[in-house]
């Protein structure tokens, strides 16, 4: 049963299919998400498995994972101050949708294309900005050293636009996670020739580091300038700076790989 190749093979659905169950049975148990946002993640997740690769899948999961991990660290906190979105840390089908919906569209992509090499790196790329900028607002809202993206002047935690130290630094860990994450996908669905193209493998993986956390910027620009004035709301403004976080990665296939 072939499981390396990507799309409606029959490995490659079976063991994407495992892997949603195992998230529905974990975002249950730790209420990660509410139901409609297991619901939500089930479907992306059958888009992102089936019509991309289910390695594409366990980066996205992994993203989950840890995302949960950084909503409920120091949560106490959050909730005194008012910096949690909800009361008991999980996740809505919003929050799936703006983070989910453009890598969701990478596999649509891949699939139509056949090319799901590219598509692995665009997705993580995706993934990348979505995770960065999450890591950034979850550990970066606790830091009361915060200053506007846009003025360098020190501001209220939480605000859209603001940054902090410990929020840069856990932007860049987000960031890295998913482009080693990355690198694993590529290195399994290339077993064969991995070994003689691991260069190319590496350096494609920090590209995703550095996009990652350079989406983050934008997102904090964008939040700063657009969002605070009423013009974006908080889901536009995500899925903008995955975007440039794609275009970024596409200009980087264009001209680097060869």
Known sequence: MEIL????????????????????????????????????????GLVVGGMGH?????????FLLLSHKATKWRFEEKINLGLSESADGHRSWGNVIANGGMPGLVAVYAFISGDWSNGL???????????????????????????????????????????????????????????ILSLCAWFIVNIDTASSEILWGISASLAIAIIGFLGCQVDSLLGAVLENRGYLTKGSVNALAISFGMIAMATFLEYFHI
Do not use: H, M
């Open 54 to 62: 289910w390695s594409w899948l366990l980066i996205l999961l992994g």
């Open 121 to 179: 790196w665009l997705f993580s790329a995706a993934v990348a900005v979505a995770a960065s900028d999450t890591f950034a607002s979850e550990i970066g809202c606790l830091d009361s050293n915060v200053k506007l993206i846009t003025t360098l002047k020190p501001c209220e935690q939480g605000i859209n636009g603001g940054y902090s130290p410990s929020g840069q630094k856990a932007a860049a860990a987000g960031s890295i996670i998913i482009s």
């Open 5 to 44: 190749q990507g799309g409606f093979t029959q490995g490659n659905l079976v063991v994407t299919s495992v892997i949603i169950l195992g998230l529905v049975i974990v975002s249950t148990r730790a209420n990660i998400l509410d139901k409609n946002g297991i619901v939500s993640a089930a479907l992306l």
